[in-house]
């Protein structure tokens, strides 16, 4: 199963630089059904590849102007606090055991394979209805710079990247372009600063609370940046928009199979 998750660790890449965010979304479900982490475990593993993707991503971007440092900083301080905070001491202190309901024992690594599944279906959604496009369109509506807005969506999507450990560029790019005014693509680049930065800090709060296997963790993150190359190298010869499209379908079946395992056959 190590080989297949191996490849899968390059199709992750792959498609974060065609589509140019999502990718990160399989990154939990990889390292739990293939590589056979606790997807506590496996949320902590995906800040890091989440966030060394997400930081080699930025640079070019950073290069081009399209990173508002200044929204980042914004956006990405309260993000960072709450990841951080999240990973820290919230997650630890979540019991082994939650609840047990008509016999089916709800324990913290269904909780967390559950509430990424959920994020997956979300994130799909998104995907398939073409949400940027139609952000895109409005955003000239949109005029007013809403700090105090803002902040609080920082702390939200930190406290779910912290919970699932997903970059949560789906949440991120609407409130960028939708309460700071900016460009669809100056968003993505933005986008990608934030998810490095929260990610990656966020990673650091769970040293002291977990021991890592390094030859792993660095083994997928060298394969997914690899694959960000390939994806960047395709980008130029199929539409992403298609590509995203049929991507989100594949995401909403991978969270609905996800629900489905952890609820009916979770000691399979």
């Known amino acids: 199963m190590h080989f297949i998750g191996y490849i899968a660790s390059l199709a992750i890449g792959i498609s974060l630089g065609l589509i140019g965010g999502g990718g990160s979304i399989l990154t939990v479900p990889v390292l739990v059904y293939l590589f056979r982490i606790s997807p506590v475990m496996a949320t902590a593993y995906s800040l890091f590849i989440v966030g060394s993707t997400s930081l080699v991503g930025a640079l070019p971007k950073y290069k081009k102007g399209l990173v508002n440092l200044k929204t980042a900083l914004i956006f990405g301080a309260p993000s960072i606090a709450a990841v951080f905070a999240t990973r820290k001491y919230i997650v630890p202190m979540i019991p082994e055991e939650l609840i047990s309901l ?44 809403n700090v105090p807005v803002i902040m609080v969506e920082g702390i939200v999507v930190g406290m779910v990247t912290g919970l699932v450990g997903a970059g949560g560029g789906f949440l991120i790019i609407p409130a960028l372009v939708l309460l700071s005014n900016l460009p669809m693509k100056q968003a993505i680049g933005t986008s990608l600063l934030i998810i490095a930065a929260k990610s990656l800090i966020g990673f650091i709060g769970d040293l002291s609370n977990y021991q890592m296997d390094w030859i792993l963790l660095i083994s997928v993150t060298f394969l997914a940046i690899i694959g960000i190359f390939i994806g960047n190298w395709l980008s130029h010869k199929v539409s992403s928009k298609k590509l995203e499209f049929v991507f989100g379908w594949f995401v909403l079946i991978m969270g609905i199979y996800i629900i489905i395992k952890e609820i009916f056959f979770q000691h399979i």
């Open 102 to 145: 008509g016999g089916f024992l709800i324990t913290k690594n269904i909780l967390m394979m559950l509430l990424f599944a959920i994020l997956m279906v979300t994130a799909s959604v998104s995907m398939i209805r073409n949400k940027k496009d139609n952000i895109e369109e409005k955003k000239v509506e949109v005029q007013k710079f």
